[in-house]
């Protein structure tokens, strides 16, 4: 009779695990990573998603007694799929978090279904300063153009360079990135003889290249994504502007860590400003680069890889300020003002437009132990995306 | 404004080498062949693999891209084309854009969607000084080499038995077979050819062009205009058409960057306006 009973209770006790425990003990948060992972721009997916997993790898997958399951969804950097899979993962999967956002469309393809359904969206890559006026719900731990273009600016005004041609890719990003650029500089009492736009698609960049050294220019800026950069780069030293005395300065996005080691010699010298390198130097990001290129076949993380590794690191930090709580409302709470050390230096979220804010880094391309680094040599101090604040 | 005029001449040399294969398969052959970019993609990245992996000479590399290009092409003629030959047209560009975009996806798959990068020997890197013209070493060397492969070619085709085969096969099959040709050699090695000379073209533009997984597809309009002004009967229409199209998107985007990506549509549409068939048009084809 005791016999059987006990076997019941057991029973019940067995049953009622497998069905409760991740509600109970210890619950599941599922977040859902969507992300480039094919297509032009795949090395941003793998980027980011081996930023995310070398967090959880770090720092285990238990916060504040939930398991944070991370589950990667590829959208080929396809807006419409982006909605699509967005709307999947939350109504099927039970998603109570995204993340992801490789470039500006596929992040503002997800806002609306982030603020029907309330669920949190961070984006971990895309750089136009609007993305987070889509949506009360999204938030960023990447960085914005206007943030990263306007001290290129100051450091130009202030290191002797008077006249510059912009040099951008003529969509979203490089008019941000044109803009503020441009504004700053010439608050600052410089000159922009030129502004050359380059389409996306476009195989050479002879004709522009030409143009600039015919203007004559002390310095161009430069925006592009990050592998027509390289090829940029290369055809710059080819056609011997360094030798004419244009010196060259850019976003990060140009001198991509990913593939600066590739770009050779003509890189040696670029000056860049972004808020991150793998060479920052500090005990966080020595950890963080060793675990990552141990994980990844030595590939170098980039940041992008950051942004992911951030994601992760601000869902920890505001589930961990509201106790578990993965609700919408909560979390965007939790997150406004939410600081921590990156990999990066020190980051914050705005708590009024919740973007990030960060240091910006201004960096030289030079050789480090026989390999391509950018290192930085000048810091911006906990600057605020620009144009939010400028309209605030 | 010489320096304009050199590196147009240049971007369209190396437009010439990568859709002149095209022209052969189009033109001759009467197939329509999309995937042509694939091949020249497969030029490209054997470059990239033997450079950077192996660090073979560049100079090896060319000849290598257009043999494995060809031996590529000579498989997959064999094994696929061959028995479309006579299929319509439609199902031609299905086929083909079908192997483009496994092509796409398993060159992602293999070698990672980035750009791939390689790095010149010293003595083509770099620019000089030509009677005040700045030309670029390595546009230089685009150009002589294309030269030389666009007089080549012509010559094959029209003082060689070899060509003179081939044209016949593509005039009357069944007439070129009973004369003894073998028509399916003869079309087999004209399509690997083809096929070698993009994987050439390829090859030598990765450093001009850039390359990664989507270049079949990012390439195919330059392809298709080239052919379709030059006209698919002769070499040298494909050839004027290639430099005056690179001649002229230099140009339009040096004079006038606002509007200049759509100068070389703009020329088409003339030019096909003007001469439907191509500059050098064969009469009534």
Redesign the interface.
């Known amino acids: 009779m005791l016999k059987r009973r006990t076997l019941l209770a057991a029973a019940g006790v067995a049953l009622g695990a497998l069905a409760a425990v991740p509600a109970a003990a210890q619950e599941t948060v599922k977040v859902g990573l969507i992300l480039p992972m094919t297509g032009p721009f795949a090395s941003t997916g793998r980027q980011v998603s081996a930023g995310a997993k070398t967090f959880l790898e770090m720092k285990g997958d238990t916060v504040a007694g939930k398991k944070i399951e991370l589950i990667i969804r590829d959208d080929a950097g396809v807006a419409d799929q982006t909605r699509r899979i967005a709307q999947e993962l939350v109504v099927n999967e039970g998603v109570k978090l995204l993340a992801g956002g490789g470039l500006t469309p596929l992040a503002m393809a997800v806002a609306p279904v982030a603020t029907q359904a309330k669920v949190p969206m961070i984006v971990t890559s895309a750089g136009t300063a609007s993305i987070t006026k889509a949506s009360p719900f999204i938030t960023r731990t990447s960085g914005t153009l206007p943030q990263y273009s306007l001290p290129v600016g100051t450091w130009a005004a202030e290191n002797g360079i008077k006249k510059v041609v912009t040099l951008v890719s003529d969509y979203g990003p490089g008019i941000d990135a044109e803009k503020w650029f441009s504004k700053e500089f010439k608050g600052k009492g410089g000159e922009i003889i030129e502004a050359v736009r380059v389409p996306l698609a476009n195989p050479d960049f002879a004709p522009f290249l030409q143009r600039v050294r015919d203007a004559k220019p002390d310095a161009v800026f430069v925006f592009l994504p990050s592998g027509a950069g390289a090829l940029f780069m290369k055809q710059f030293a080819d056609r011997g502007l360094p030798e004419a005395g244009v010196k060259l300065i850019a976003t990060g996005d140009v001198t991509d860590d990913d593939i600066l080691n590739s770009m050779g010699k003509p890189a040696l010298g670029t000056i860049t400003g972004h808020f991150y390198a793998t060479a920052h130097d500090s005990p966080e990001n020595k950890a963080y680069v060793e675990a990552f290129t141990k994980a990844n076949d030595n590939m170098r993380p980039n940041f992008m890889s950051v942004g992911g590794y951030d994601s992760m690191a601000l869902i920890y930090a505001a589930l961990e300020k509201t106790n578990g709580d993965v609700s919408g409302p909560a979390f965007m709470e939790a997150v406004k003002g939410m600081s921590w050390t990156s990999p990066r230096g020190p980051v914050s979220i705005d708590p009024e437009t919740r973007d990030i804010i960060q240091n910006i880094y201004m960096r030289e391309v030079k050789e480090l132990d026989g390999e391509l680094h950018n290192v930085e040599f000048a810091t911006f101090k906990d600057l605020k995306d620009p144009e939010k604040a400028e309209a605030n | 404004m010489l320096?304009?005029l050199f590196?147009g001449i240049?971007?369209g040399m190396l437009l010439f080498i990568l859709a002149c294969g095209l022209t052969v398969t189009l033109g001759l052959m009467n197939f329509i062949n999309l995937a042509h970019g694939a091949f020249a993609m497969a030029g490209g990245y054997i470059t990239v693999i033997m450079m950077?992996r192996y660090g073979i000479s560049f100079y090896w590399c060319l000849p290598a891209a257009f043999l494995v290009a060809a031996v590529i092409g000579l498989v997959l003629e064999r094994t696929l084309y061959q028995w479309l030959y006579q299929a319509p047209h439609l199902d031609q560009v299905l086929f083909s854009i079908g192997i483009v975009f496994m092509a796409v996806?398993g060159t992602?798959y293999f070698m990672?969607?980035?750009?791939?990068?390689i790095?010149l020997p010293p003595e083509l890197?770099?620019?000089m000084e030509v009677m005040g013209v700045?030309v670029?070493r390595?546009r230089l060397f685009t150009i002589v080499l294309c030269a030389l492969l666009a007089i080549a070619l012509q010559l094959i085709l029209s003082k060689t038995r070899f060509g003179s085969r081939l044209r016949a096969a593509v005039d009357d099959r069944r007439v070129a077979m009973g004369l003894g040709i073998n028509v399916p050699v003869v079309f087999a090695l004209t399509f690997a050819f083809g096929s070698g000379l993009a994987g050439l073209g390829g090859a030598m533009g990765a450093?001009?062009?850039?390359l990664?997984?989507?270049f079949p597809l990012?390439?195919m309009i330059?392809f298709l205009i080239v052919v379709s002004v030059g006209g698919t009967s002769t070499v040298s229409g494909p050839f004027l058409a290639a430099l005056l199209l690179g001649i002229a998107?230099?140009?339009?985007?040096?004079y006038v960057?606002?509007i200049?990506?759509f100068v070389i549509y703009g020329l088409m549409i003339v030019m096909l306006i003007v001469r439907p068939n191509g500059l050098f048009a064969r009469g009534g084809r």
């Open positions: 320096t304009i590196d240049a971007y950077n996806a992602d990672g969607g980035q750009q791939q990068l790095n890197s770099g620019r700045g670029g390595y450093e001009i062009l850039g990664d997984p989507n990012k390439f330059y998107d230099v140009a339009g985007k040096y960057p606002a200049g990506p």
